[in-house]
């Protein structure tokens, strides 16, 4: 018998049946790359997360009891100045960034068409004030839906005050900083970051009171 070659139809299905299967294995591909990347980008963001609250609480906590306007009177020293969007005060920088000496820091959020985004700045500090920048400011992170600073102090007796969005007290650091935010972005997470100030002396001891610790324990502190 002599061997029956395929029909047009029949070709025509293999190829309809062959297309579908590398549709499909594309498809399987093309998913697979966009999980993988998805989660390379979380990874990342994770990552530059981290490193974020770790400059911003180094810097922070160990802001010195020093005025951020040395031409001030006496009766207007500002150790720290602090509103929604923006923190000034005085600090070392770490020896790759800075010449040693003190230096007036400021971390200030600022908002545009693409979202908000944390800057970090720093001059050194003279009797006179402070010097030009030596460098623009550096964005620290930006996509941010919204953020903002606050701070608090603890009572004679230990106790934490309410936080407030603009520190006005004189002559004195707060207990503790805080610095909360969102991303545009809902799978992309900021841990409210809270940091206690080495060198504050509000409450009765001059140290940071143990209800500092407690009350941190469900915010980020790493």
């Known amino acids: 018998m002599r061997a029956r ?23 399987i591909v093309q998913g697979s790359v966009r999980a993988s990347t998805s989660a390379e980008r979380v990874a990342a963001h994770s990552d530059r997360e981290r490193t974020v609250h770790g400059v911003v609480r180094r810097q ?12 001030a009177g006496f009766e207007d020293i500002r150790l720290l100045r602090l509103s929604s969007d923006r923190i000034e005060f005085i600090g ?21 068409a693409g979202g908000t985004a944390l800057l970090f700045e720093h001059r050194l500090m003279t009797p006179e004030g402070p010097l030009k920048a030596e460098r623009p400011p550096e964005v620290l992170i930006d996509g941010l839906a919204d953020a903002r600073f606050s701070a608090r102090a603890f009572g004679p007796d230990g106790r934490p005050e309410d936080w407030v969005s603009e520190w006005t007290r004189l002559g004195q650091l707060p207990s503790q900083v805080r610095l909360t935010a969102r991303f545009s972005e809902p799978r992309l ?21 143990e209800a500092a610790r407690r009350d941190t324990g469900g915010e980020s502190q790493q």
């Not at 409210?192 to 002396?201: A, E, G, H, K, N």
């Open 189 to 209: 997470r900021f841990p409210d970051l809270v940091v206690p100030l080495r060198y504050s002396l509000s409450g009765a001891t001059g140290a940071v009171p």
């Open 92 to 112: 070392e920088m770490p020896g790759y960034l800075g010449r040693g000496g003190p230096y007036l820091q400021v971390l200030r959020l600022q908002r545009g």
């Open 60 to 71: 922070v906590a160990a802001a010195l009891p020093q005025p951020i306007d040395p031409a």
């Open 5 to 27: 070659g395929f029909s047009l139809l029949e070709m025509l299905v293999a190829v309809a049946l062959l297309a579908t299967g590398l549709a499909l294995a594309f498809g």
